[in-house]
């Protein structure tokens, strides 16, 4: 009884293993192959020798028929592991034989044209490239030619990036997007943001036009003109609305220079209304001379904007539309034309505004706030400067550059809280004309190592640090404003450019 308990064990310990060289033996290594194979045939002969020795020796008969059957099975197993090793072998033999199969038909395929075009995503182009069929096509000396596919789908500065990096002596890189209907209007690289969502929103902006009898453009009063949209100008001299300039955030730069922009701006038909915004609910109206002496409960040119919407409306209801960017300050002065009245809130990020909402201001004003404007024509790193896009930056040294160039070195110290982050320890200048010091790069590693801003390895955090950076631009604390007219001669060059 005890031999037959033990034998059991082992057959179930043989079992165990059996199972376990299975789990094993789907490897397709060959090393391990050959290591399993050297080790099933050990195992086969030690049970050989085994079975041997007990023929020599007296057993029983029970003994000697359990033996012989884990030998069977032990052979069973090594010849099933052999089959599947060999299909194993021959299903990667039937591999390399559709491979050149494949290459034999690529090469047939090549063989009759003149020029292949190889299409690529422009997400991620050298995924997409296909290396044998490159080599292929330079061997038999045929013309290449890269098509970047999907070219909507990615900022237009990185396309014509990948174009450049792509185009050789050689080959060409076309920028490519696709229609989706069988008559398809062919249109700029320029312009490929604004195929169908562009009319979308034209018919958006002429519906909220025409529901208002005055419309508020909201522009920030350091930049005016970056600002400023033509489209909504346009539809509004159309459909012969009021237009008022609101030139928000006046508390951001001197005050000479906002009165120059409102002198410049003003026209017979248009207004030009100085203001600045407050943060509670029942603000104290002061003059724009006071500007900079005011604190979060202060506002400008509240009475200036309610009249220069009713004045001459002979004391009928006046809608008021309100348009601009994003983030530059609609709601804020939605919020201070109502008194911070309930359903009104000022958004931290932005863009919050998804819908158009009536709000009464008085029994003769009330004010739509119209969500989203197109700004397709502009850049990406305009776009970060201005505070209108926050997320999926493609590369944030690109505004940093821009801040650079832009700000004065004191104006950049002040905001950033280093102030002469351009010079090394003995107080040299190292950013000049003359030195190897990028401005840019000097002023994101002074920020990083400031701030504590560290990757793992010890390396700056760059994305971190032109984040902060740009924060304290659109912020208002890097100082930053621009002459109204030099701006507006670049303006007229740039548009004479573009005709």
Known sequence: MAQKKILTSKRKAQNRSVRKGKGIQSKSNKKDEK???????????????????????????????????????GKMELDKFEKRVEQERGSTAQGTKASSKYKKALADAIRACDVLYEVLDCRNPLAYRNESLEQEIAKQKKKLVYVLNKIDLVPLENALAWKKMLTTPDTQCVLFKASQVAHSISVKVSDVKRTKASSKYKKALADAIRACDVLYEVLDCRNPLAYRNESLEQEIAKQKKKLVYVLNKIDLVPLENALAWKKMLTTPDTQCVLFKASQVAHSISVKVSDVKRLGKAHSVGVKDLITAATKGRGGMKTIAGVCGFPNVGKSSIIFTLSRGKK????????????????????????????????????????????????????????????IVSRCSKEAIGRGIGIPAWWKDEAGRDIVGSDSQVAPHLKLIYEVAKKRNMYKHGGKYDVEKACKYIVDMFTEGKIMHFVDPEEAMSRHKEKKEEEE
């Open 343 to 402: 359903g009104i809130s000022i958004a931290s990020k932005a863009g919050q505004t998804t819908t158009q909402a009536l709000f009464d201001v008085s029994d003769r004003l009330s004010i739509i706030d119209t969500p989203g404007i197109d700004f397709s024509r502009h850049d990406e790193a305009e776009l970060v400067l201005m505070g209108v896009k926050t997320e999926a930056v493609h590369d944030y040294e690109v505004p940093v550059k821009r």
């Open 35 to 73: 290591r399993l194979i050297q080790k099933a045939r050990a195992a086969l002969q030690k049970r050989y020798e085994r079975d041997e020795f007990l023929s020599t020796h007296p057993t029983t008969s029970f003994q000697s028929e359990a033996i012989s059957t884990l030998i069977d099975e």
